[in-house]
């Protein structure tokens, strides 16, 4: 979970509330700028950051309460608009990447979904979820009204997760080392060749098959570019 402090230049408060993470509105807005780069890199939906996004949302709501205090014709007026209006943006086109991927892999996202082990992180927010059950129903509804219906009683269904192509993780993607890793599995073994495995140096950047960084995205350890 996410807590803030009031301000955009206060520093985090002391304490420790459960397991919330306390940052500056600074920070929460780099979080939100990792998260949305993630986000439209990666070829899988990644675990879902809805907590961050409403709290986001706060923090522009706050924001835009005090940009009304400021006077009128004050240059820090646009300043901080043009800092609200970007925030906005990246807000939006994170959600946009995420919905896109839900509507183009709807069947595997859902199954995903259904398939968690209880305690592992959500990759759908309730809303997502809600939206991915509601894009599938409509189109099966569609799929049987314009074709299903018109074919032979053995061809009148279809599954879906057979129907729409899965995720593609073997492509890839350019990638900046945050913490240290040790023997990353570039290439398994073959019978033409020999296992391929690498070692990232903070701050380096790799253009790396996906598949082979994926946990490293989720645990935050490379942040994708």
């Not at 780099?30 to 949302?57: D, H, I, T, Y």
């Amino acid at each position: 979970k996410y807590r803030m402090s009031d301000t955009l230049s206060d520093d985090a408060s002391g304490g420790d509330d459960g397991q919330e993470d306390v940052m500056t509105p600074a920070e929460l807005i780099g979080k939100l700028e990792e998260a949305w780069l993630n986000e439209r890199f990666s070829p899988e939906l990644l675990e879902n950051k809805s907590e961050m996004g409403e709290c986001v949302m706060e923090q522009l709501t706050h924001m835009e309460a005090n940009l009304q205090r400021v006077r009128r014709g004050d240059v820090k007026a646009s300043v901080h608009r043009m800092e609200i209006d970007r925030i906005r943006f990246v807000l939006s086109s994170y959600l946009r990447s995420r919905l896109q991927k839900i509507e183009k892999f709807f069947p595997h996202v859902l199954e995903k979904e259904k398939s968690r082990v209880e305690g592992d992180p959500s990759f759908l927010s309730p809303e997502e979820f809600a939206f991915a059950k509601e894009y599938l129903a409509n189109t099966e509804t569609y799929l049987k009204a314009v074709a299903l219906k018109h074919m032979p009683p053995n061809l009148q269904t279809v599954d879906m997760l057979k129907a729409v192509p899965e995720p593609c993780l073997d492509s890839f993607v350019f990638l900046r080392v945050r913490e240290r890793q040790e023997n990353i599995l570039v290439e398994p073994e073959t019978d033409d060749q020999r296992e391929y495995v690498v070692d990232l140096d903070v701050d380096s950047q790799h253009l790396m098959r996906y598949r082979s960084i994926a946990p490293l995205v989720s645990s935050g350890a490379v942040q994708l570019i």
